[in-house]
């Protein structure tokens, strides 16, 4: 919903990699279950094994010479620091790595989650019931990501300085603790029973990241950012300032280029809570 399509030459150049991709893998591609990343960077697709076990595949593509770094190694690098996450991530089986004129192709096979999504937009537009069990275990995994040592890094310093001044209109704030995030955290990344998917790009970032992601991204829904934070007792506090400030800036940001329109309000809203909370103003 929120991804353009890809444009018909990488559309078909990414299926026919998909499928020789199965083909090296042994795989099976179940038809009519896929999903496009941005602009056709990634495409994967519902599969099953030799055996029958239910199977994600996900083709990653990046010219040869930006095949490499955080985003690339991401989901690798998660698999090595965190596993499946007591069951609440799912767990990498495979990776294989291609090259074909100038494209490289990444290739990683997941244990797949049938359940769906909690919502098809990252915003979420409509109010969810969830059980307390859920967001106990979501505290209790973010918990478990945050205290992860890693050099990966998901938010500079150096941005924080530029931006935050910019687009929330407050010195940026000291940060009190860098944690590790998971950085991405909104409803379309998120499963009950709790999975959290996507890991192309976390890392260190200011305490409290990501429950301010997932508070920025319920704005739409009052009773469901008042249980984020209430959940996540970071937010409002000194602590987390620097985390907040550091996300309503970065959608404010989008916003300004013409997306996330939907939250431009609740951000602005947000933007002058956290002037009054500032220090320095």
Same mark, same amino acid.
């Given at each position: 919903?929120?991804?353009?399509?890809?444009?018909?030459?990488?559309? %078909?150049?990414?299926?026919?990699? =998909?499928?020789?991709?199965?083909?090296?893998?042994?795989?099976?591609?179940?038809?009519?279950?896929?999903?496009?990343?941005?602009?056709?960077?990634?495409? $994967?697709?519902?599969?099953?094994?030799?055996? $029958?076990?239910?199977?994600?595949?996900?083709? +990653?593509?990046?010219?040869?010479?930006?095949? @490499?770094?955080?985003?690339?190694?991401?989901?690798?690098?998660?698999? =090595?620091?965190? $596993?499946?996450?007591?069951?609440?991530?799912?767990?990498?089986?495979? /990776?294989?790595?291609?090259?074909?004129?100038?494209?490289?192709?990444?290739?990683?096979?997941?244990?797949?989650?049938?359940?769906? /999504?909690?919502?098809?937009?990252? +915003?979420?537009?409509?109010?969810?019931?969830?059980?307390?069990?859920?967001?106990?275990?979501?505290?209790?995994?973010?918990?478990? +990501?945050?205290?992860?040592?890693?050099?990966? /890094?998901? /938010?500079?310093? %150096?941005?924080?300085?530029?931006?935050?001044?910019?687009?929330? $209109?407050?010195?940026?704030? @000291?940060?009190?603790?860098?944690?590790?995030?998971?950085?991405?955290?909104?409803?379309?990344?998120?499963?009950a029973p709790l999975r959290l998917l996507d890991w192309e790009g976390w890392g260190r970032s200011p305490e409290g990241f990501d429950a301010a992601t997932l508070y920025a991204y319920s704005l739409l829904q009052p009773d469901t950012a008042a249980r984020v934070r209430a959940v996540f007792p970071v937010l409002g506090s000194?602590?987390?300032?620097?985390?907040?400030?550091?996300?309503?800036?970065?959608?404010? %940001?989008?916003?300004?280029?013409?997306?996330?329109?939907?939250?431009?309000?609740?951000?602005?809203?947000?933007?002058?809570?956290?002037?009054?909370?500032?220090?320095?103003?």
């Amino acid at each position: 919903m929120y991804s353009p399509s890809p444009d018909p030459d990488t559309e %078909q150049r990414m299926r026919a990699h =998909h499928v020789h991709t199965a083909e090296a893998l042994d795989v099976q591609v179940e038809p009519g279950v896929e999903f496009w990343g941005w602009a056709g960077r990634t495409l $994967g697709a519902a599969a099953r094994t030799a055996t $029958g076990a239910p199977v994600w595949l996900r083709l +990653v593509s990046a010219p040869e010479d930006k095949a @490499a770094g955080k985003l690339w190694d991401g989901a690798l690098d998660a698999q =090595h620091a965190f $596993g499946d996450l007591d069951g609440h991530r799912p767990a990498l089986l495979v /990776v294989h790595d291609a090259v074909d004129d100038g494209i490289a192709y990444r290739a990683e096979l997941s244990v797949r989650v049938d359940d769906p /999504v909690l919502s098809d937009d990252p +915003v979420l537009q409509h109010d969810l019931q969830l059980p307390d069990s859920w967001w106990n275990d979501l505290a209790a995994t973010l918990a478990k +990501v945050s205290a992860a040592d890693t050099d990966r /890094v998901a /938010v500079r310093q %150096q941005y924080m300085e530029r931006a935050i001044p910019e687009f929330v $209109g407050i010195p940026t704030p @000291a940060v009190s603790c860098w944690t590790t995030a998971h950085a991405d955290v909104h409803w379309a990344n998120l499963i009950a029973p709790l999975r959290l998917l996507d890991w192309e790009g976390w890392g260190r970032s200011p305490e409290g990241f990501d429950a301010a992601t997932l508070y920025a991204y319920s704005l739409l829904q009052p009773d469901t950012a008042a249980r984020v934070r209430a959940v996540f007792p970071v937010l409002g506090s000194p602590a987390g300032l620097a985390a907040e400030a550091t996300v309503c800036a970065q959608l404010l %940001q989008t916003v300004s280029r013409g997306d996330n329109l939907i939250l431009a309000a609740p951000l602005r809203a947000w933007s002058e809570e956290l002037c009054r909370r500032s220090p320095s103003t």
